[in-house]
């Protein structure tokens, strides 16, 4: 129920500000194109002003060579039938006597729109009372459908508008200038020299997929780019949606990787005091950047839950990246099980490529690819396992190739790994694998090699050993 201080309150809005901006709009012909992708109809608070804006943009749309003015609207208007109802051709002339300056059309506009988002707020503030007592509706598509609501709010901004090329040629000749003086970043670094020379770093609003066979090293390639970012030399948040690893055992891989400490002994336990220390000095390192790194390891986690939580990681966090691994596990919804798994998860890829580009940061997200794509060959985009829109929704496409685990013909690996001493760190085993940058939309494709360290479970710079 509202408080004895809401009682009796109109909601926000600005009179005066709606009646300077339509006398503008009549006064001075510019000041339309200055101002029609700003508002629509539902930003103005009164009723008569709501159709002299939608007649001014009919008539605009309807007959674009006529100048808007008293005469062409209050006629325009009347031949709709809407004149009387918005207060008459007199109210309409008396508009353009009520302009302070027909110059400061923007500002009326900037006015008129904070109103109409108080308003907007407060209508969603009413839609989660609402919500919370419907007992029909799914909690977790409530949840998601207000957060989407209360982002799309916070942005400030309608749909948009069309504009020609001259302010993007100077924003883009500038961000060059920018790169080229180490002013701005060309992309989230993978923390992989390599890696960055073939694609720039990972850019805002795409959508990369990092695909391979179980147990090739998606988990502990990502993992490792995740670490570079969140413990590297620049460090940035990240999130990382972990669905088949716990976050106790994401952290064991982190403590390995930057400790160099073999992974199996330390998840045993079986390490020697000289490891210890060495343990309890990464951990401790750690901790001085452990808030750029959230982790959410809930199994079988919603689309709409990681959606959700990834817009808060974004507005309270300032996460540079999401990281989800990986898609194969990720469930559409609860009320589409009916679903073929395929249109499921094209579903599902469609709308991580959506989140990206609304969040304006990389989703890097995990894939497997089919059975044929380790086989008797390496993989290629077309193994891409479960439907063929990852491929098409995804900006870059990074594949994983290790030779060693082909199949042979009854479908085992041809390979034998060497036995060793957990406790023996006198020898680290590692492999290079093949890199294959398969897509990438705005670049070329190639392939390199990175070292897999079997030991820390982790991917490092070849040159580094």
């Known amino acids: 129920m509202p408080n004895d201080k809401q009682i009796g309150r109109l909601p926000p809005h600005n009179d005066d500000a709606e009646v300077a901006l339509l006398g503008s709009v009549l006064l001075r012909k510019k000041a339309l194109d200055e101002v029609q992708s700003m508002l629509t109809k539902e930003d103005f608070y009164q009723p008569g002003h709501k159709l002299i804006w939608e007649g001014i943009n009919g008539l605009r749309n309807d007959r674009p060579n006529i100048t ?62 609402d919500k919370a007592f419907d007992e029909s509706s799914d909690i977790q598509e409530s949840i998601d459908d207000l957060d989407s609501a209360l982002s799309y709010l916070g942005t400030g901004v309608g749909t948009g508008s069309y504009e020609d090329a001259e302010r993007l ?31 720039g770093g990972f850019k805002p609003s795409d959508l990369v997929i990092i695909a391979a066979r179980p147990s ?23 999130g990382f949606f972990s669905l088949e690893m716990s976050g106790a ?18 998840r045993n336990g079986k390490i020697d005091p000289d490891t210890n220390a060495r343990m309890m000095t990464t951990a401790e390192n750690l901790y001085e950047n452990a808030s750029n790194l959230l982790i ?3 199994p079988n986690l919603k689309l709409l839950e990681i959606c959700s939580q990834a817009r808060r990681m974004v507005r309270d966090n300032g996460v540079k990246a999401i990281f989800i691994d990986y898609i194969g596990l990720v469930e559409y919804s609860s009320n589409t099980r009916e679903l073929p798994r395929h249109e499921q998860v094209s579903r599902i890829s469609r709308a991580l490529k959506q989140l990206a580009r609304e969040l304006n ?22 193994d891409l396992r479960d439907s063929g829109s990852i491929e098409q929704d995804a900006d870059l496409v990074i594949l994983l190739d290790d030779p060693s685990k082909r199949l042979d013909e009854s479908g085992k690996a041809n390979y034998d790994e060497e036995s060793q001493d957990n406790n023996d760190f006198s020898s680290v085993r590692t492999r290079p694998l093949k890199i ?4 990438q939309r705005n670049g070329s494709t190639g392939a390199f090699n990175l070292n897999f360290v079997a030991d820390y479970a982790c991917f490092k710079e070849i040159e580094k050993f």
């Open 68 to 129: 808007i003015d008293y005469v062409s609207l209050t006629q325009y208007m009347n031949q709709k039938g809407t004149l009387a109802e918005a207060g008459g051709a007199a109210y309409i002339a008396d508009l353009t006597n009520r302009v302070p300056t027909s110059t400061n059309a923007v500002y009326y506009a900037e006015i008129i729109r904070t109103a109409s988002m108080k308003r907007q707020l407060f209508d969603l503030s009413i839609r989660i009372g």
């Open 169 to 199: 040629i100077g924003e883009v000749v500038d961000n060059v200038h920018d790169i080229m003086a180490g002013k701005r970043e060309i992309g989230v670094s993978s923390g992989f020299k390599i890696l960055d020379k073939y694609i």
């Open 216 to 238: 090739v090293g998606k988990t502990a390639l990502a993992l490792s780019i995740a670490v570079n970012m969140a413990f590297g030399r620049k460090p940035v948040p990240v």
């Open 249 to 266: 055992t994401l952290i064991e891989r982190i403590i390995a990787n930057k400790g160099q400490i073999n992974l199996m002994s330390l």
């Open 296 to 298: 959410q390891d809930t």
């Open 361 to 382: 940061i990389p989703v890097i997200c995990l894939c497997q690819v089919n059975r044929e794509g380790g086989k008797d060959r390496g993989p290629i985009l077309a």
């Open 436 to 439: 294959i940058v398969a897509k």
